[in-house]
């Protein structure tokens, strides 16, 4: 059955590979940089106008948020495989029953991750060794955050539908103008209001309903099948079990590596405020440099996702490969030049020395290796699309969890106050995921299999098309 397309919607089963990747992955990009504007404005705001104890503050929180956050987006992920599937082999019933069923799993996560974030935030910050001149702000700022983060639960998770059909325009636009409010929010709260990270985080979660809002609006008006009909709004057990299979080992492993981190601040936090914030810029910086990463590799879990369901192999093959190079070579570059601007950049966030010793000293020990996180992204990415998303979710585990942490034990007891063995612990566990077990399963008989019982699926639901 024929799908009801809008015409910026994007059929990537055929026509121009390169163009089709380049034209997906640039709006998600600039996305994604917006996206980090979030928690970026707030802690230059913070730490220009309220001080390094505030900076640290906000900065100190991400690996929370983003544990919770990281489960989420691999939900969100997951539902975005389905509907692209379904999309590219184009089944409109299909499309219509993942997209209720994805939004009525986000509503049903709004309550499920308010109630935990609210709930484990000061658990957490004692996990994390927080100092004590940080703690309350800190508290203060993940209380806020978690109260509405529901707007950015339904964000992703309607953005992940748009994207799943090739639109990665509108999902842009509803970032920069919540960015830029965001930005103006912030200067209102903690400039001139004083709020400090308390104002922060209220900005934020205001910003990010916004852009949940104008997301929803949109999928309620359009007139394509992935539309949101309130009247029709139910959950497809089959449907969710599939959005389930695919989204929760994304999750999960999202979920625990953030997790993970959580005990990677521990260890740092332990060198007291200064090493604390110049740590948290290097992470902010961190997460504008995989941002081409990242975009390429949602094109490659999209247009793999496609050509996958419509029985492309082939096809699906080559653009992961094109993509996987133009991600390599963009990441690349951008590391070069965050290597030598490395200072200026972390001089945006604050302007004591010894924060900003820190946070290059951090920075330019690891970007060199972030070619490696373009080569992990971009498998996963890959194996996502065709259904394969439990042995990305075991490997990283166990390179970013498992190794990480047994690798940070050992070397803050060899190397007690050498901040070096402790930074080169992630470009490691890089290696391990990338370099070796995720492309070695990539290329294994058990994907090979995979390929050919799709295809198989695919010649007989043709063959029962042909009949009726």
Same mark, same amino acid.
């Given at each position: 059955?024929?799908?009801?397309?809008?015409?910026?919607?994007?059929?990537?089963?055929?026509?121009?590979?390169?163009k089709q990747i380049?034209?997906?992955?640039?709006?998600?990009?600039?996305?994604?940089?917006?996206?980090?504007?979030?928690?970026?404005?707030?802690?230059?705001?913070?730490?220009?106008?309220?001080?390094?104890?505030?900076?640290?503050?906000?900065?100190?929180?991400?690996?929370i948020?983003?544990?919770?956050?990281?489960?989420?987006?691999?939900?969100?992920t997951?539902?975005?495989v389905?509907?692209?599937?379904?999309?590219?082999?184009?089944?409109?019933?299909?499309?219509?029953?993942?997209?209720?069923?994805?939004?009525?799993?986000?509503?049903?996560l709004?309550?499920?991750?308010?109630?935990?974030?609210?709930?484990?935030?000061?658990?957490?910050?004692?996990?994390?060794?927080?100092?004590?001149?940080?703690?309350?702000?800190?508290?203060?700022?993940?209380?806020?955050?978690?109260?509405?983060?529901?707007?950015?639960?339904?964000?992703n998770?309607?953005?992940?539908?748009?994207?799943?059909?090739?639109?990665?325009?509108?999902?842009?636009?509803?970032?920069?103008?919540?960015?830029v409010?965001?930005?103006?929010?912030?200067?209102?709260?903690?400039?001139?209001?004083?709020?400090?990270?308390?104002?922060a985080g209220?900005?934020?979660?205001i910003?990010?309903?916004?852009?949940?809002?104008?997301?929803?609006?949109?999928?309620?008006?359009?007139?394509?099948?992935?539309?949101?009909?309130?009247?029709?709004?139910?959950?497809?057990?089959?449907?969710?079990?599939?959005?389930?299979?695919?989204?929760?080992?994304?999750?999960f492993?999202?979920?625990?590596?953030?997790?993970?981190n959580?005990?990677?601040?521990?260890?740092?936090?332990?060198?007291?405020?200064?090493?604390?914030s110049g740590?948290?810029?290097?992470?902010?910086?961190?997460?504008?440099?995989?941002?081409?990463?990242?975009?390429?590799?949602?094109?490659?879990t999209?247009?793999?996702?496609?050509?996958?369901?419509?029985?492309?192999?082939? #096809? +699906?093959? !080559?653009? =992961?490969?094109i993509?996987?190079?133009? *991600?390599?070579?963009? %990441? @690349?570059?951008?590391?070069?030049?965050?290597?030598?601007?490395?200072r200026?950049?972390?001089?945006a966030?604050?302007?004591?020395?010894e924060?900003?010793?820190?946070?290059?000293?951090?920075?330019q020990?690891?970007?060199?290796f972030?070619?490696?996180?373009?080569?992990?992204?971009?498998y996963?990415?890959?194996?996502?699309?065709?259904?394969?998303?439990?042995?990305?979710?075991?490997?990283?585990?166990?390179?970013?969890?498992?190794?990480?942490?047994?690798?940070?034990?050992?070397?803050s007891?060899?190397f007690?106050?050498?901040?070096?063995?402790i930074?080169?612990v992630?470009?490691?566990?890089?290696?391990?995921?990338?370099?070796?077990?995720?492309?070695?399963?990539?290329?294994s008989?058990?994907?090979?299999?995979? #390929? +050919?019982? !799709?295809? =198989?699926?695919?010649?007989?639901?043709? *063959?029962?098309?042909? %009949? @009726?």
């Amino acid at each position: 059955m024929a799908v009801l397309m809008r015409k910026k919607d994007v059929d990537m089963t055929q026509g121009n590979i390169f163009k089709q990747i380049l034209a997906f992955a640039i709006p998600m990009a600039v996305g994604l940089l917006f996206q980090q504007l979030y928690n970026t404005v707030d802690m230059i705001i913070v730490g220009q106008f309220a001080g390094k104890q505030a900076l640290a503050a906000v900065g100190g929180t991400t690996t929370i948020i983003n544990t919770l956050v990281g489960f989420c987006s691999g939900l969100a992920t997951g539902a975005g495989v389905v509907v692209s599937q379904y999309f590219g082999n184009h089944d409109k019933d299909g499309v219509e029953r993942s997209v209720s069923t994805s939004f009525s799993l986000s509503m049903i996560l709004c309550v499920i991750m308010t109630v935990i974030g609210c709930s484990l935030s000061k658990p957490m910050l004692m996990l994390l060794n927080t100092p004590s001149d940080v703690m309350q702000p800190a508290f203060e700022y993940l209380m806020v955050y978690f109260a509405g983060i529901s707007g950015l639960v339904m964000y992703n998770m309607l953005t992940g539908i748009m994207r799943a059909v090739g639109d990665s325009q509108r999902p842009l636009i509803f970032l920069i103008i919540s960015s830029v409010l965001n930005i103006g929010l912030d200067l209102l709260f903690v400039a001139v209001f004083h709020w400090g990270a308390l104002g922060a985080g209220v900005a934020t979660i205001i910003s990010q309903f916004i852009s949940a809002i104008m997301a929803f609006v949109a999928l309620l008006k359009t007139k394509a099948d992935y539309k949101i009909n309130l009247k029709k709004i139910t959950i497809d057990k089959p449907m969710l079990k599939k959005i389930l299979a695919l989204g929760l080992p994304g999750g999960f492993q999202m979920a625990i590596t953030s997790l993970s981190n959580v005990f990677v601040h521990s260890y740092i936090n332990a060198y007291g405020t200064d090493v604390m914030s110049g740590y948290s810029i290097h992470l902010k910086l961190d997460h504008f440099i995989v941002v081409p990463a990242q975009a390429f590799a949602l094109a490659t879990t999209t247009f793999v996702g496609q050509n996958f369901g419509a029985g492309n192999y082939k #096809r +699906a093959h !080559k653009g =992961q490969n094109i993509a996987l190079l133009s *991600s390599v070579v963009v %990441t @690349a570059v951008m590391s070069v030049l965050f290597y030598v601007f490395a200072r200026q950049l972390s001089s945006a966030f604050t302007s004591e020395s010894e924060v900003l010793d820190k946070a290059v000293f951090f920075s330019q020990t690891v970007v060199p290796f972030y070619f490696l996180m373009a080569l992990n992204q971009n498998y996963a990415g890959a194996l996502r699309g065709m259904n394969k998303s439990k042995t990305p979710m075991f490997i990283m585990l166990a390179s970013f969890v498992g190794f990480r942490q047994v690798m940070l034990f050992i070397v803050s007891k060899v190397f007690p106050g050498n901040l070096l063995p402790i930074a080169l612990v992630f470009p490691e566990g890089w290696f391990i995921a990338s370099a070796s077990l995720m492309i070695a399963y990539y290329l294994s008989p058990v994907v090979k299999k995979a #390929r +050919a019982q !799709k295809k =198989q699926e695919n010649q007989q639901s043709q *063959s029962l098309d042909k %009949t @009726a």
